[in-house]
C-alpha cells in the first residue's frame, strides 16, 4: 500500500469517528407552554421555556442538563395573594420580601428513543413581596421564579434512524414522587410539578403546589375553569443514520475502510411503496380499542416482513391492588408485504383492557423472525 493511500485511509477513518461524536446543534429556547392547577378547578398558562444541547455519542445522544425559565403571570400573584394569611403565618407573621424553596420534577421524553421517559429533578427559589393590607389580608407583588438547569441525560437512538427528539413529556408520564407536605408521595395528573416550602412561622412549614401539563388556559394571565391539552414542542432534535456508530477497531495490521452510513428514507404514508429502508413502526401514537390496537408497521423492500410484537407500559403502573410492575398491554403475530407500510392488529391483554382509557408512554417490540428487535416508545390514548 502506498503512503499517499494509507494516508487517505486514515483521514477518512479520522472524519468517520467525528461525526460519530458529532454535537447536536444548539437549541435556541423553546416555549413549552403548561397548563398548570393547584386542583381547586382552576387553570392558569404557565409559559415555561426550556434550553438544551446535546452530542452525538454512536447511537446515543449526550444531552446536558435542561435549563427552564419561567415569566410570571398575573394569575400566580393572584393564587398566591389568595393565600396570603397562610404565607404571613408560615413565614414568621411579618409583611415583607418572602422566600420559598422550590422542588421541580419534570417528566422528559425522546421520540424515536427506545429509552423510557425520565424523571429529572431541579431546584429553585420563589421570591415575592409580601403587602400586609391591614385586617389580616394581604397581597403578593413582584413574584420570580428561578429553576437550576436539571442533570445531564444519556437517551438511545432507535436502530431505524431518523430525528431524535426530546421534550417535556404528556400528562401522566410522571410516576409517583415525593412531592406533597412533608415530602409525602403524591401521583401527578401532568408531567410537571412545582413545589414551594417554607419552614418556621405559626404554620411550622407551608407549601404550595402546582400540577402541570402540555397545554393551554382559555386566559393566559387569569385563572380559568378551561384548559386545552397540547403536545410539547421538541427542546433538542438530532438526527441519526440509519446505521450509526463509532468505528469496529481493525485487526494489528490492517487499514480501516470506512462505510459511509446510507441516508436515512422518510416513512411513506401507509399503504406507500418503499424501495428500500428497514423494518421501523410508523405509528406517530397509539389508540387503543376496546379489545385491540392497531400499530403501522413499515416493511423494506425485498422480503415480507413477519414476527411477533409486544406492547408494555413504559413505566411501572398499579392496576387494581397489585404492585407496581412494568404491564404486558397487548400481542400478536404480524406479516406487512415488503415495500409497504401497512397496519398491524395486536390483541389488549387483561392489563390492556384495564388501561385501555389512560393516558400512558407504552413500548412497541417487533420480533422479526430474522433479524433484530426493533422498539419504540409512543403516547397511548
Not at 408521595?185 to 408531567?191: A, D, E, R
Amino acid at each position: 500500500m502506498s503512503p499517499r493511500t494509507r494516508l487517505l485511509i486514515v483521514a477518512a477513518a479520522s472524519a468517520a469517528v467525528a461525526a460519530a461524536a458529532a454535537p447536536a446543534a444548539q437549541a435556541a429556547p423553546v416555549l413549552s407552554n403548561n397548563a398548570c392547577t393547584g386542583g381547586d378547578g382552576t387553570w392558569g398558562t404557565l409559559p415555561l421555556q426550556l434550553e438544551a444541547s446535546g452530542t452525538q455519542n454512536g447511537r446515543n445522544l449526550e444531552v446536558g442538563g435542561i435549563a427552564p425559565s419561567v415569566t410570571i403571570p398575573n394569575w400566580l400573584e393572584a393564587k398566591l395573594s389568595a393565600k396570603g394569611f397562610e404565607i404571613w403565618s408560615a413565614t414568621g407573621t411579618s409583611a415583607g420580601n418572602k422566600t420559598f424553596n422550590v422542588d421541580a420534577w419534570m417528566a422528559v421524553t425522546g421520540e424515536n428513543s427506545t429509552d423510557a421517559p425520565k424523571v429529572l429533578k431541579t431546584t429553585g427559589a420563589l421570591t415575592f413581596k409580601l403587602n400586609d393590607l391591614g385586617g389580616f389580608k394581604f397581597s403578593v407583588t413582584n413574584v420570580a421564579l428561578s429553576l437550576q438547569p436539571s442533570a445531564a441525560t444519556s437517551w438511545h437512538a432507535a436502530d431505524a434512524g431518523g430525528s431524535l427528539d426530546i421534550a417535556q413529556g404528556a400528562a401522566g408520564t410522571l410516576p409517583q414522587i415525593p412531592g406533597g407536605q412533608g415530602g409525602a408521595n403524591v401521583t401527578p395528573k401532568g408531567s410537571l410539578w412545582i413545589r414551594g416550602t417554607v419552614v418556621g412561622g405559626l404554620a411550622n412549614g407551608y407549601s404550595l403546589t402546582i400540577d402541570c401539563q402540555p397545554g393551554t388556559s382559555s386566559d393566559p394571565q387569569n385563572l380559568t375553569s378551561i384548559y386545552t391539552p397540547g403536545k410539547a414542542p421538541a427542546i433538542l432534535s438530532s438526527a441519526f443514520a440509519a446505521v450509526a456508530g463509532p468505528l469496529a477497531t481493525p485487526a494489528p495490521g490492517t487499514a480501516a475502510t470506512p462505510t459511509p452510513a446510507p441516508v436515512a428514507t422518510p416513512e411513506p404514508a401507509t399503504g406507500a411503496t418503499q424501495a428500500a429502508g428497514a423494518l421501523a413502526i410508523a405509528s406517530p401514537s397509539l389508540k387503543f380499542g376496546s379489545a385491540a390496537v392497531l400499530v403501522n408497521v413499515t416493511c423494506p423492500a425485498g422480503a415480507d416482513c413477519t414476527g411477533s410484537a409486544t406492547i408494555t407500559s413504559a413505566k411501572k403502573l398499579k392496576v387494581g391492588k397489585g404492585s407496581a410492575k412494568v404491564r404486558k398491554l397487548a400481542a400478536g403475530s404480524y406479516t406487512v408485504k415488503a415495500g409497504t407500510t401497512g397496519p398491524i392488529k395486536l390483541k389488549l391483554s387483561a392489563d390492556g383492557k384495564k388501561l385501555k382509557k389512560k393516558a400512558l408512554i407504552a413500548t412497541v417490540t417487533l420480533k422479526p423472525t430474522a433479524g433484530s428487535a426493533v422498539a419504540k416508545n409512543l403516547r397511548a390514548n
